[in-house]
């Protein structure tokens, strides 16, 4: 059984990194064909995907938030990382981890619990 876990600050002050940490038990996320991905929910809006690192370590990036992502992994810890940019409180939600399914990764059939992040002075 997959489990995914994000881990982070709760809160984050505006112009600044939110950095968030995907742990995964019960799967590597080398396996081939496998995908990573975060999503976050805003309050009161509906699902927004953010981005994606493959099972060979390549990224993907929601064109909206492209410039201001980065995702990274380490594969030694079986773990992946969120990083968003000169946050603002439009970036507050809950953010959440997920698996992508093979072929395409579009499918995510397991899911972390998210996690509340406010961006806030």
């Known amino acids: 059984q997959v489990q995914l876990q994000e881990s982070g600050p709760g809160l984050v002050k505006p112009s600044q990194t939110l950095s968030l940490t995907c742990t995964v038990s019960g799967g590597s996320i080398t396996t081939n064909y496998y995908y990573w991905s975060w999503i976050r929910q805003p309050p009161g809006k509906g699902l927004e995907w953010i981005g994606l690192?493959?099972?060979?370590?390549?990224?993907n990036y929601s064109p909206s938030l492209k410039s201001r992502t980065s995702i990274s992994r380490d594969t030694s810890k079986n773990q992946f990382t969120l990083q968003l940019s000169s946050v603002t409180p439009e970036d507050t939600g809950v953010y959440y981890c997920?698996?992508?399914?093979?072929?395409?990764?579009?499918?995510?059939?397991?899911w972390g619990q998210g996690t509340q992040v406010t961006v806030s002075s």
């Open positions: 690192i493959a099972y060979t370590g390549g990224t």
């Open positions: 997920a698996r992508g399914a093979p072929p395409t990764g579009w499918v995510l059939d397991y």
